[in-house]
């Protein structure tokens, strides 16, 4: 169903070893690690994937994982924690870092595996987004430089003749130059190029 | 030494003549030689003032000088009386010089023994002046009753007025108004220390602790045959009940506290297993769903062990909430005073471990958020833990710092000079129901931790610049209001 990897980082075998069979029940590949040190140690390289931490461990705990992978891996791999002890100031910290979900144990599994799919759709949506501005950005750097003045006037909502006036060349060119973008940013019309327009600059 | 007052005259009559000293004694020696020799060789020789003047004048310098410039005077005036004289080997004139001579060093000598009676005579005055405003002093302060041997009260000081609420008008009454049971004469003769405490009783009729040192007067020297030195206790009193009271507090919190860490241990050591429970029973549901109808009465009964489980976690959830998290409501309060609070039971300490504790914290900029009986108890907890740490050191040091480390934090450091911990026991020393001590449960340290994480600290561990173990957390500290 998805090619998104689980990460669960538990130091407690019983814990661990139940998530792992309870994710690929669903048709979710997980990989386990037994504490923080270990996960760091044998990082995998996937571009994006969802994590699950305890928050008391050895060596270094929940927290330190959250803030580290923040570090090196960004919003391409949302964290979910679970926990035995919650307190308010440790929620809200964790928030403020950013988690993605907050789950104290002992947990409804269904409400776990609510809280992966959310993530994991998340990133499917979030790569979905990367990609199309990727390609967007792609066929911008294809443009002239006359070409991309006119394309900004466009996604502005500017008139032909507002361009005109502005580049100082006559309507009729706008309306060939204008045709070009079209063609060359591969939008059907006016609205996708102006969508697309905010997702370039939406980075 | 300097008198305490003035020195008064003892004898107003006479202006006192100071002694003088050097030079000026010796300037007064020869200013008295030419008085005295002036009148004579005006007069001439046929005067048979001889030595009447210079008698004169060798008695008022010896009344303010010493022996040589008398001597001087003496000498002059005899030689100027030789000189003078028409014939100088004259038997009379000598033996007139002669006889001056004599009569008016006996004369000097009787001066300056009066003299010397006379300043031994003002010092003695003012020493009993001293003593006497040193009596006054200490009588305007301490509470002192004189009575005779039947008990009535002779004379009361102000001081003791004030203790017992009265007035000078109690003068008369028996001593067993004020102090219950009293009795002088045993109180005195009694070999033991006098630590007895005696119930004073004020006019209005409320009691309060009380000390009395009695002394007793030989049976000639008047009426007043017994003083009695009274000192209020209650204050001493109060502070004692204090201590026992701040004892008793810490105890309870300790017992609060341990349970709740109690609480809180067993509540993550059964999470763990009640969570792989739950997420095994989802993951067969799962697969026992797959079974299509054959499964469906196996899932419910799935289903109901699961919601069991999830029961047993709420339980154990509950019943930690109501213990540790006692609302832990943190107010302004500053470091220096928690801490000197705490001296009772840290003399009980030190008393225990024959160690002597060193306080040194900044008690100028020490106000901080704080929980004062959850400060004070994980003061105490590592404190306790520093000392037992010190059982085998010869030359114990423990101390503890406070110190201003930023704008916001400050800084607690308790550390000894002990064996310290070893690096491996790092890790685990602040895990519950782990100890290293034979008779421990393994609570303190980490009853301690999360104090200090209830006060948005991080409890740490390292080596002491003492040698052995320092612990050390910060405080949030309340900024000053008042400008600095």
């Known amino acids: ?113 609510e809280a992966v799919r959310g993530c994991i759709g998340h990133l499917a949506e979030w790569e979905g987004a990367q990609e199309a501005r990727k390609a967007a950005e792609a066929r911008l750097s294809q443009l002239t430089p006359r070409e991309a003045q006119v394309f900004h006037g466009l996604i502005e909502g500017k008139s032909n003749k507002e361009i005109a006036l502005d580049l100082d060349i006559s309507p009729r060119t706008v309306e060939i130059f204008r045709a070009k973008v079209m063609d060359k940013m591969e939008a059907p019309t006016l609205s996708a190029l102006v969508r697309m327009g905010v997702t370039l600059s939406a980075g | 030494m300097k008198p305490l007052l003035p020195a008064t005259a003892s004898h107003p009559l006479l202006p006192r003549l100071a002694r003088r000293r050097g030079l000026q004694a010796y300037g ?13 060789i005006w007069i001439g020789t046929e005067s048979h003032l001889y030595y009447l003047l210079p008698i004169i004048a060798v008695a008022l310098c010896a ?35 002669v006889l001056f001579g004599v009569i008016a060093w006996l004369l000097a000598e009787v001066f300056w023994e009066l003299g010397a009676f006379r300043r031994r005579a003002d010092q003695l005055s003012v020493n009993l002046d001293r003593r006497q405003i040193m009596l006054d002093t200490i009588l305007a302060s301490v509470p002192v009753i004189t009575v005779n041997r039947a008990g009535v009260i002779l004379m009361l000081t102000q001081p003791a007025c004030q203790l017992f609420d009265t007035t000078g008008a109690s003068v008369g009454k028996s001593v067993h108004t004020y102090i219950d049971g009293f009795d002088a004469i045993e109180e005195f003769a009694s070999a033991a220390p006098n630590d007895h405490v005696w119930t004073g009783r004020r006019e209005n009729d409320t009691t309060f602790p009380l000390n009395v040192q009695v002394g007793v007067l030989p049976e000639q020297t008047g009426g007043d045959h017994m003083i009695l030195c009274l000192t209020d206790l209650s204050l001493a009193h109060a502070a004692d009940a204090h201590a026992r009271d701040l004892h008793a507090q810490l105890n309870r919190v300790w017992r609060l506290n341990s349970l709740g860490e109690m609480a809180a241990t067993l509540a993550h050591e059964l999470n763990q297993p009640l969570s792989a429970a739950t997420t095994y029973l989802h993951a067969s549901q799962v697969d026992v769903a797959r079974a299509g109808l054959m499964g469906e009465s196996a899932g419910r009964t799935i289903e109901l062990a699961k919601a069991q489980i999830l029961r047993a976690g709420s339980i154990i959830r509950r019943m930690r909430e109501l213990l540790a998290h006692q609302a832990r409501s943190l107010g302004e309060e500053r470091v220096g005073a928690m801490v000197a609070d705490l001296a009772g039971v840290f003399s009980m300490i030190e008393r225990a471990g024959g160690v002597q504790i060193e306080i040194r914290i900044d008690d100028v900029h020490d106000r901080v958020r704080a929980d004062r009986i959850q400060f004070q108890q994980a003061m105490v907890n590592l404190v306790r833990n520093g000392v037992e740490a010190l059982a085998s050191t010869p030359d114990p040091q423990l101390r503890i710092i406070g110190r201003v480390l930023s704008d916001t934090k400050f800084q607690i450091v308790v550390e000894d000079n002990g064996i310290g911990i ?63």
């Open chain 1, 1 to 113: 169903m998805t090619n998104h990897s689980v990460f669960v980082v538990e130091d407690d075998d019983a814990v661990r070893d139940s998530l792992l069979t309870l994710l690929r029940v669903q048709g979710i590949r997980a990989r386990g690690f037994c504490s923080g040190k270990d996960f760091f140690d044998n990082l995998p390289d996937e571009p994006s994937a969802c994590v699950i931490t305890d928050v008391r461990m050895p060596d270094f705990d929940g927290t330190e994982v959250v803030r580290r992978l923040a570090e090196v891996r960004g919003l391409a791999w949302p964290v979910i924690v679970i926990t035995g002890h919650a307190d308010v100031p440790m929620v809200i910290q964790m928030m403020k870092m950013g988690v993605a979900d907050f789950i104290e144990k002992p947990f409804d599994p269904s409400r776990l595996v």
């Open chain 2, 28 to 40: 007064i020696a020869l200013a008295m030689a030419a008085l005295a020799l002036g009148p004579r």
């Open chain 2, 63 to 97: 009344t303010v000088t010493g022996r040589k410039p008398t001597f001087l005077v003496l000498a002059i005036t005899v030689a100027a009386n030789i000189r003078v004289a028409a014939d100088p080997a004259d038997p009379p004139a000598l033996a007139l010089a």
């Open chain 2, 422 to 484: 070893a690096a491996e026991k790092i890790d685990t020393i602040f895990r519950p129901l782990m100890t290293t001590k034979a008779g421990g449960m393994g609570l303190g340290l980490s009853v301690t931790r999360t104090i200090v994480e209830s006060h948005g600290g991080v409890l740490q561990v390292e080596q002491s610049v003492l040698g052995g173990a320092a612990f050390s957390f910060c405080l949030i500290r309340e900024q000053d209001m008042e400008p600095e």
